[in-house]
Every structure is written in structure tokens, then in C-alpha cells.
């Protein structure tokens, strides 16, 4: 069950080059490679706002990062389990959103895609860290979001709030189909439908989660995080129930003062975006751009 947790060994798209994003429809990205610790390299891809691709075509790694200082805002993407940043709704998100006028840094976690070593929570959160901290390096003052989808809403709150106790405030968090907490995202998983019939299905499967310090605790989280929060859910998601996100949205409506720092944007059922389409919704780009332009207020 801990492995389910990550999935990590799910490949996907099996045969991608991801060294070459160009192959997979981004031909305004970069590949680039970061160590956040010895023995560990981390692969991730800078995809520069769309209205650069064409001064993008056959440039060097140096000149993409100093794009970073342009003024334009900078989005960390932190993907869900299973898979690689190329799998097909993570580079459709991506396309979305550097056509809406953002940067994106979207990288795999250490274990997944083509980067080294194995994941562990407190492995996944610094590796987020580190991009953080590399991205605000040399960006200057343009802003930095974290954005987390599913198992990466709690990469993202878990470094939202390692920065807050550091005393830094990240921009902006957005959060896209989030749990509560893994444990409970595993006890309403599909995954674990079959096995929730048996005894002891919470000792074998849940315990041994939380054993292997696996916990993402996005609603605890949420009740000490003060950035400004933008929630997305989709009402007919299959992996993590619509009732989840509700439940993060009203504790961080409770702990805050101000309730114009917290919002949450539900899709309706019958747009079949589920778990990983939401960036289908033609919507997406507007309530993105409103949610940027409401941190320079």
C-alpha cells in the first residue's frame, strides 16, 4: 500500500523521451536537471509563456532562465502519484496555462519519471522546496505559485507551511482535486475498494501508510497556512471525493481572519472532467488570471 501511495513505477508515457519535451508538444520548454541533495537529480521542464514561443525556438538553458525575470508569474506544478510530468493531462495543463501568460516549472518528485531515488513525504516536500528556492532565486520579483493535483496538494501545503515556519509566504497555493489527508484519500480510494470488505483492512492498508510516515495532512495543514488559497474540485471526481475539497475549503475559511484570501471554485458533474481533466474547463485560464491578479492587490 505504501507504494500505491506514490506509484511511482507507473511510467507513463512508457516510451518518452522526457529529456526532449519538444516530442511531447512543448516546443517552448526546456529540460533541465536540479540536486536538492547529493545522490539525488530531479527532472524538470521550464515551459515559458506562449507568447515567447517562437523566440524560444533553439535557445540555451541560460537565456529560459533569465525569462524567469520578466515580470510574468511563475507557476510550480507539483503532479499527482504515478506517471511523469508527461503524462497527457499534465502537459494539456501545462499548455493551458503558459498560453494564459505563466511560466511553469513542473517536475518529477525523486523515484518518479527519470529522477533518481525513492519517495518518501519529507523526500517529495524537499524536493518542492528546492525548486522553490531555486525559482525565486532567479526570478525576482515576479510572483511564485505552488499548485498541487491530487497526491501534490499535499507536496504543495506541506511546503507552503515548511516556508511559512521559515518566515516566507508563498504568493499563492492552488490546489486541484485535494484530500484531507492520505489516509483518508486511501480509504475512499478505487484502489481499495475491494479490500475494504475485509478485516483488518485499516491495520494492513491505512497503519501501514501512516507507519511508513506517509501522511500529507492537508486539513491540518490548512489550519496554520495563510497564503492566499484557490481550491479547484471537480463534483464528479472518482479518486478523491468532491466532499474532501468542501472540507479543506471551510477549515481554511475557519482559521483565517479574512475570507477574501480563501476560495473555491467547483465544476459541475456533468462537464465529466473527473479527476484529471480539469484543465479542459474554458474557464480555467480567466479563474487562474483573477486569482494571480487578486495577490497584487
Not at 525559482?135 to 491530487?150: E, T, Y
Amino acid at each position: 500500500m505504501y507504494h500505491a501511495v506514490f506509484s511511482h513505477v507507473a511510467r507513463v508515457p512508457l516510451f518518452a523521451d522526457l529529456s526532449r519535451p519538444g516530442d511531447l508538444d512543448l516546443n517552448h520548454t526546456v529540460n533541465l536537471y536540479l540536486s536538492p541533495e547529493e545522490g539525488i537529480s530531479l527532472g524538470i521542464w521550464h515551459t515559458v509563456p506562449d507568447s515567447l514561443w517562437q523566440k524560444a525556438q533553439g535557445k540555451d538553458l541560460e537565456w529560459y532562465q533569465q525569462t524567469l525575470q520578466n515580470g510574468a508569474p511563475v507557476i510550480i506544478y507539483l503532479h499527482g502519484n504515478g506517471g511523469t510530468r508527461g503524462a497527457g493531462h499534465r502537459v494539456g495543463l501545462v499548455n493551458v496555462l503558459s498560453a494564459a501568460g505563466f511560466h511553469v516549472l513542473a517536475l518529477d518528485y525523486r523515484g518518479f519519471g527519470d529522477s533518481s531515488g525513492e519517495p518518501t513525504e519529507a523526500g517529495l516536500t524537499t524536493d518542492a522546496l528546492y525548486l522553490y528556492q531555486w525559482v525565486k532565486a532567479h526570478s525576482g520579483s515576479s510572483l511564485v505559485i505552488l499548485w498541487g493535483h491530487s497526491l501534490g496538494t499535499g507536496v504543495a501545503t506541506n511546503t507552503a507551511l515548511e516556508l511559512q515556519e521559515q518566515g516566507v509566504t508563498v504568493d499563492g497555493v492552488i490546489l486541484e482535486g485535494a484530500f484531507s489527508n492520505i489516509r483518508q484519500a486511501g480509504a475512499s480510494h478505487p484502489f481499495t475498494m475491494f479490500y475494504r470488505k475485509f478485516p483488518y483492512f485499516e491495520y494492513f492498508f491505512l497503519d501501514t501508510i501512516s507507519e511508513n510516515k506517509v501522511v500529507f495532512p492537508n486539513d491540518e495543514n490548512m489550519r496554520k497556512l495563510r497564503s492566499p488559497l484557490l481550491i479547484l474540485h471537480a463534483e464528479d471526481d472518482h479518486i478523491i471525493p468532491f466532499h474532501m475539497g468542501q472540507e479543506l475549503f471551510e477549515i481554511a475559511q475557519q482559521s483565517r481572519n479574512s475570507e477574501k484570501s480563501v476560495r473555491m471554485v467547483p465544476f459541475e458533474g456533468s462537464h465529466g472532467y473527473r479527476h484529471n481533466g480539469l484543465y479542459q474547463e474554458p474557464r480555467l485560464p480567466a479563474i487562474i488570471k483573477q486569482f494571480v491578479q487578486s495577490l497584487n492587490m
